[in-house]
């Protein structure tokens, strides 16, 4: 009876501390999808910082919740005390509680999360933690739909486009959305340029609620024709008076990429059922992995439990070994990588070539994590003990790690365990990619290289060390920087020119005849480390010439003093429609829809200050 009753018990006690880790997720799914909602209303507000700060506090909420949830169950089960049988009866309890959850793959990781803080390691396996998925979510969906359908073959083009435009609801008024309506069309006559004739299943599905980011509102859909799927977005933007309009449309899965790659700050979108929307958008960008489309929607802990799923599943079924990266070995960090696998691995050395400690490194890290990386700045994901079996290891890599990082390896058997780990997307580090170019390739990696910096200072950040190993080539075509170790707020450094020599003995010393300050960074001194090479110098100088002179960073540094948020656009300038409409205004024939430019209205007051590119209503 004792032993029956003690059993009754434990399942009662199990039961009880599956539905206090529920509760704890449910707390912080409500909060996560509240931050959307705030990030719409900062929107049609133009409150750029406050949408900014939505997106940095959200990083912090994950974790938030989850120390929560653990102080609770120790504090009310001494859980740590528990029986190891216990577990698996939690885990049991808590998977018939999702039976009719709408984010149950995300409150899984939650579970993962609150465990992994009581157990020990030797705890996680799949009768305790969800190594595996148990609820599948491949046909859930939201009441009401998680998008939107227009059959504009019944109701009309137009007719279906500016239902779609109201549908989003919006509160604030557009300039001119018949304006709006007619340069979609002209954008998609000039895609389907071979002609496009509507079949028996045409159809327009756009997600339910917008993907909101820094100054931008991006309404994500597909269009369906005879079998065909064509992804498009239209990035919804407001100019100085508080009005909207639709700035392009986007078609493919090239550019809905480029939207969602993973050196941008992530998006606040209002989601019911996150699964839904994923799968939906692995239609449109069916070679990016769940892990960077979970992540991309602020979702970064799911996005870790797919890629180390992924990660598990690729090793199954590969031979290739873990290698040191190629390259120039780094002064702080030692990176390696798996060829067949396309990501790196970086772990902070114990032997650093800088005087830095491992506290500071990682606070350069979750700066970028926190800031918007404007797509020129890598975003990692970050793991802790992470078992890497000794046979997939090179020799020469543990060599490696053993003698830079040994502080931070255990030996598990036959595994090493890497304490601490970063782990990001590869790329070709620009200075090998320079040493192959072509002279056209060149030409395009040194313009990408100067952009790279002038996104990154529009975003108050100064790289610090730009030699050409501290940034990569992506297969898109893109320059992003990935080395974080130097990285500064613009407004936090001091350039200078170089002071004129005042006699010969000046001008030929060997150490600077001025004082330098910890903050003084002399933009002439580029020139020295950078341009030794005249084949890259005269591309680097012919584009970006203005970022030896102190005061070009000396001027954007007034304007981010200011509060003035450069924009800087995830897609190419030319395919805006202000483009369009300068055409327009240019042709004497223009059409009375193209005329009627609204006249200008007083600028809202309170607002906050922003350098935008004129919006096609400013001309």
């Known amino acids: 009876m004792n032993r029956e009753r003690g059993r009754e018990h434990a399942r009662q006690r199990a039961n009880e501390i599956a539905n206090a880790i529920l509760a704890g997720f ?120 998680s998008y939107r359908v227009y059959y504009p073959s019944t109701s009309g083009w137009k007719s279906a486009l500016r239902q779609l435009v109201i549908d989003i609801g919006f509160a604030c008024p557009f300039v001119d959305v018949e304006r709006d309506l007619g340069l979609i069309f002209e954008a998609a006559g000039a895609h389907f340029s071979d002609g496009f004739t509507a079949a028996t299943d045409c159809q327009l599905q756009v997600l339910r609620t917008p993907f909101f980011r820094n100054k931008g509102a991006y309404v994500i859909g597909r269009l369906i024709n005879d079998g065909e799927l064509i992804p498009f977005a239209l990035p919804v933007l407001q100019d100085s008076h508080g009005r909207l309009y639709i700035d392009t449309i986007l078609f493919g899965a090239e550019r809905i990429e480029a939207l969602f790659n993973f050196s941008r700050a992530y998006f606040m979108v209002d989601m019911d059922v996150p699964s839904a929307y994923v799968l939906f958008l692995k239609t449109l960008m069916p070679t990016k992995p769940e892990s960077e489309l979970y992540t991309m929607l602020g979702l970064h802990k799911q996005g870790k439990t797919l890629f180390y799923r992924d990660l598990l599943h690729h090793l199954r079924y590969s031979t290739d070994r873990f290698i040191v990266a190629p390259g120039i070995k780094g002064l702080v960090m030692t990176v390696f990588t798996l060829p067949s696998f396309p990501y790196v691995f970086k772990v ?42 000794k046979d997939r290891l090179d020799p020469e890599l543990v060599a490696e790690l053993m003698d830079t990082a040994p502080s931070i390896i255990d030996d598990d058997g036959d595994a090493l365990v890497i304490r601490h780990v970063y782990i990001e997307r590869r790329m070709i580090p620009l200075n090998i990619y320079l040493e192959h170019a072509s002279e056209s390739e060149r030409e395009h990696a040194l313009i990408e290289y100067g952009q790279a910096i002038k996104d990154m200072v529009a975003a108050n950040i ?25 990285v500064a707020y613009i407004t936090d450094c001091n350039f200078r020119r170089i002071p004129e020599p005042m006699t010969p003995e000046q001008e030929m010393a060997a150490e600077p005849w001025y004082t330098v300050g910890p903050n003084d960074v002399f933009p002439e001194e580029f020139e020295t480390f950078l341009l030794g090479n005249p084949l890259i110098r005269d591309g680097f100088m012919r584009h970006h010439a203005e970022l030896l002179d102190a005061s070009y960073w000396q001027e954007r540094q007034r304007r981010i003093r200011e509060g003035m948020l450069e924009d800087v656009f995830p897609y190419p300038d030319a395919l805006r429609f202000r483009h369009r409409l300068a055409r327009r205004a240019t042709q004497p024939e223009a059409t009375p829809a193209a005329a009627s430019v609204p006249t200008t209205a007083a600028p809202r007051t309170g607002a906050v200050a922003h350098a935008t590119m004129e919006s096609p209503y400013e001309h």
């Open 26 to 145: 449910d707390r912080h799914y409500a909060l996560f999808r509240y931050n959307a909602q705030q990030a719409k209303s900062r929107f049609e507000c133009g409150d750029w910082v406050g949408i900014q700060r939505l997106a940095r506090d959200r990083i912090a909420f994950y974790d938030k919740r989850v120390n929560e949830a653990f102080v609770r169950i120790q504090s009310e089960f001494r859980a740590k005390e528990l029986d190891a049988r216990v577990w698996p009866q939690v885990k049991r309890d808590y998977v018939a509680l999702l039976a009719d959850h709408r984010q149950p793959e995300l409150a899984e990781t939650f579970f993962n999360s609150v465990c992994t803080k009581i157990l020990h390691r030797s705890y996680f396996h799949n009768d305790i933690i969800f190594v595996r998925p148990a609820v599948s979510v491949e046909y859930l969906d939201s009441d009401p739909p």
């Open 348 to 389: 902070i050395k114990d032997k650093r070539g800088k005087d830095m400690t491992r506290e500071f490194i990682a606070a350069q890290y979750q700066l970028v994590k926190f800031h918007d990386r404007v797509g020129r700045m890598a975003d990692t994901w970050e793991y802790s003990g992470v078992p890497f079996p």
């Open 462 to 486: 100064f790289p610090g060390d730009m030699l050409y190993k501290n940034f990569g080539m992506t297969r898109q075509g893109r320059v992003v920087f990935y080395d974080y170790d130097e």
